[in-house]
């Protein structure tokens, strides 16, 4: 037990003054760290030895301690005589357990050989060199390590100052793996490039073979064609158009019409024109245009129609004028044999009718009553062909500029209240419903707008074979009187509403059979136009149509 006793005493004692030298030795580390001590003793082989900076000051020590970069100094025997807390960091390490270690334990394997050249060769003179610093954990460090050697008191040293590489290394990984994808992209933008060239080369030479082909075409057709900009402007006159007019090719850019266009047709033409460009409608006209060699004027049509992109924006106007002076000839002769047949046959349609009334009025002997029949049909046969010959002789007089007749002030509530009474006496099984306000008076030809409202009703049966129902309106609209006809038909189409007012065009239905020759509407047409009115429409396939026309108002 006594010799127990004195073992653990010694133990005790040798443990208080290896304790009191840790202190010691740590407060020495502090002070050469605070600059409080110039010179420090490190014990080797050969005793103890003593160590100073010969230049070392406070400032130049708290610098050292205080750098981003490690700082070790090593003796000729490779242990570390000196370092600053950024290389104990780097380590791993406390920094009191850092001196006195042979700086090798932080050299990876691999790098031991470049370690030991660089040492050697830092001792003869200044130099760096990237070599890997293993850390407590065990990974490696990539650092730029400096060597320069410092003149102690005691001899030489070696300075070896270390920088830490890892975030320029992850820098250059990071700015290589973007070289490499900049490098991708590039060759992917470079063959993308190549490819869209290959293909503007392809499409422009298309492009050119394009417009070779619209030239070639459009120079040998014989119509006059152009091409407009979205403004109006033409930049394309096909040879046609030089040939007809003469006007030389440098002069078409500024072409006015009035160089051209016959002065009665030209205010219509660009009525219209404008209208087209603004609305982006086909533009269709009848014209005259000028022959540059003789100076006489030719019917065209001229139609003209507007390519769109793929987002429906208009590119280009596509026009063209055909010669139409013989087929205006051909409709005026045509005008000219209806107006004489016309006359012809009104003579003995009269005499053929009164006749009949004769006939049927013959009070000697009693009719039988089959006769009695076919005198009230042949009644009825002459009065449908009576009002075509009318209608005949109407567009024969509209054609001639002849559809003359005097104005008066007419109540256009009656004329709705008469027409009513002479449809619902024509058409007994249609219910006319009349909604025309009181008071509504016009300058007009009471005969000829009955004729108008009786066309319209008539149409407005003839297109409403199952809903009969017939809505006839007159109402005040702004400073006009605007009267309609209104029905729950077939309705029309738009393409047949464009053309309705056309002279011969009919409305063909596969469903319903229709007569008449297509003149009932071109006759009204004129007729309120003469009135100073306009007439048009209002339609939806399968929900009917409203016509109507408008006539200036008279204060009363």
Known sequence: MEQD????????????????????????????????????IVSGDNGHQLYTLKTADQTYRVFIEKMNEGAVTLNHEGLILYSNSRFAAMAGMPLEKVLGLSFETFIPAESQKKFNDLINNGWEEDCKEEIGLLNKNGDEICCLLSCNTLELDEGPALSLILTDLTILKEAEKELKLKNEQLEIAHNATEKLNNELEDTVRSRTNELLISREHFRLLANNIPQMTWTSLPNGEANFYNQQWYDYTGIEQLETSELPLEA???????????EKYRASLATGNIFEVENRYKNGTDGTYRWHLNRAIPLRNDDGEIILWIGAATDIEEQKREMERKDEFIGIASHELKTPLTSLKGYLQLIASYKKDDLPPAVKTYIDKAVISINKLQHLVND????????????????????????VKQC??????????YEFKNEAQPNLVVNGNAERLEQVLMNLVNNAVKYSPNNKNIIIRAIQFKDS????????????????????????????????????????????????????????????????????????????
């Open 5 to 40: 006793k004195n073992t653990y005493d010694k133990l005790k004692s040798e443990n208080n003054e290896l304790r009191l030298q840790l202190e010691e030795a740590n407060d020495t580390i502090q002070a050469i760290r605070t600059g409080q001590v110039d010179a420090f």
């Open 260 to 270: 051209v266009v016959h002065p009665d047709d030209l205010e219509n033409t660009l």
């Open 392 to 415: 005949l002789l109407d567009v024969s007089k509209i054609q001639a500029g002849r559809l003359e007749y005097r104005l008066n002030q007419i109540d256009i509530s009656e004329l």
């Open 420 to 429: 009513i009474e002479n449809a619902a006496h024509i058409y007994p099984a």
């Open 481 to 556: 009187v605007r009267v309609s006809v209104t029905d729950f038909g077939i309705g029309l189409s738009a393409e047949q509403i464009d053309r309705i007012f056309e002279r011969f065009y009919r409305v063909e239905d596969k469903k319903y059979m229709t007569s008449g020759l297509g003149m009932g509407l071109y006759i009204s047409t004129e007729i309120i136009s003469s009135h100073n009115g306009k007439i048009s429409v209002q339609s939806e396939p399968g929900k009917g149509s409203t016509f109507y026309f408008e006539l200036p108002l008279l204060s009363v």
